[in-house]
């Protein structure tokens, strides 16, 4: 089935802007991109682009689909069923998708949920984003995410664990440099995995062709992971000059994640959220928001990711972190590339997917309106109106994710 959109907008996501352009679809590839007349294939189901903009499908650098944006998920998911909570991260996954959002990294499964999903997504039997995924976060014995991660203490049980992930199909290693917000007397800026631990988990992920990701809040975790090597900070709440430097030096990007720490301030206690995330949430905020902007105006690569299933962080809301990408500073076209072309680049997934340009594989977005003018309408479900996966078009249902519950 070919598919033309014709003449409107289209952010390329690669920093271009067409106007009057037409997008010309062939099996699950972009075939044409062109500005004015163009030649539509006779056979073609035409979609005009009047009052639209085309974007690439975007790509959220981290989600978990096996937390469920529940007050308190990691307790939650742990008490469930594996079958229940196996069951909702495949409706998260189609509500993603459906969100806009054709390309995930799940950084965090649970007892290798995320990476048989995967692979259901991938042979048809569910509908879903394309999926990198880490298979069980990797942390200290007692440490932040360890209700759902595997514990090891030693450069050579951190080895062992990463072996482990990469022999259980992981796309990469998820590590946990620092405390966190949502694990019960953790703190946020500690360190956690030491340097030669992290380096080990490295090591291993780089003999096997794979990357590295860590969360890391507190400045001495974050530089333990730059120095052993990581490929890239996810948070980075507590970033100095010499992190910074780092960064940009060795091209590690920050995945901010703003979603996460909005939705646990904006909801609150009242919301049923345990108090010392809200509690913590509180403390880091004004210094996270302070390191993205530090991040930002030092050159450091900034890509999109959400959080999504931390406590009112939905899936398939992710492009709300567009929104407030653009609130700390981002113009709407930055907050867009970082969500597509950039995304493409820290996923190591850029030759194919990531921007409107011929060659690549058909992951479209149409959205109402011009998205430059309000980086906002991408927040609001509605404004998304047709999603394509490989050249296919992705059926849509706005069912908001608490609406079905
Ligand atoms: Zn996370």
Redesign the pocket.
């Known amino acids: 089935m070919n598919t033309a959109f014709i003449n409107g907008t289209v952010i390329v996501g690669n920093g271009r802007i067409l106007e009057h352009a037409t997008v010309i679809v062939e099996d699950d590839k972009i075939v044409k991109v062109a500005v004015g007349d163009v030649k539509i294939p006779a056979d073609a189901k035409k979609i005009p682009l009047d009052g639209h903009s085309l974007l690439p499908g975007f790509i959220d650098c981290?989600?978990?689909l096996c937390l469920d944006g529940s007050p308190d998920p990691l307790s939650g998911s742990v008490a469930q069923p594996l079958t229940v909570n196996a069951l909702k991260a495949a409706d998260f996954a189609r509500r993603t998708l459906e969100g806009g959002v054709t390309s995930i990294r799940d950084?965090?499964g649970i007892n290798g949920i995320d990476l048989g999903l995967k692979q259901a997504i991938d042979t048809g039997l569910i509908p879903g984003p394309r999926m990198l995924a880490s298979g069980r976060m990797i942390c200290m014995t007692g440490g932040h995410?360890w209700q759902v991660g595997l514990e090891a203490d030693g450069a050579d049980a951190v080895r062992k664990a990463a072996r482990e992930q990469i022999k259980a199909g992981a796309d990469i290693i998820k590590l946990m440099a620092t405390g966190g917000v949502l694990t019960p007397a953790v703190e946020p800026g500690s360190e956690q995995l030491t340097e030669e631990e992290l380096r080990a988990a490295v090591e291993e992920a780089h003999k096997a062709g794979k990357k590295t990701a860590t969360?890391a809040m507190g400045t001495r975790g974050i530089l333990n992971a730059l120095r052993a090597g990581i490929d890239s900070i996810?948070?980075g709440v507590y970033l100095d000059e010499e992190a910074v430097a780092l960064m940009v030096k060795n091209k590690v990007p920050l995945i901010p994640?703003i979603s996460?720490l909005y939705n646990i301030e904006s909801r609150g206690v009242e919301a049923g959220i345990p108090a010392y995330a809200v509690e913590k949430t509180l403390r880091v905020k004004p210094f996270h928001l302070a390191s993205v902007r530090m991040a930002r105006e030092a050159g450091v690569t900034v890509a999109m990711g959400t959080?999504a299933?931390?406590p009112f962080n939905m899936h398939g809301e992710n492009l709300g972190e567009i929104k407030l990408l653009v609130q700390s500073g981002f113009s709407p076209a930055q907050a867009i590339e970082a969500g597509t072309g950039i995304a493409a680049r820290v996923l190591g997934v850029e030759k194919t997917l990531g921007s409107v340009e011929e060659g690549k594989l058909a992951d479209l977005v149409m959205v109402t309106g011009n998205p430059l003018d309000d980086a906002g309408i991408l927040a609001e479900r509605q404004a998304i109106v047709l999603v394509m996966k490989g050249g296919k078009q992705v059926k849509v249902n706005h069912q908001p994710q608490g609406g079905e519950q």
Do not use: Y
Request: aromatic share 0%.
């Open positions: 981290h989600v978990h950084m965090g995410g969360h996810e948070h994640t996460a959080d299933g931390t």
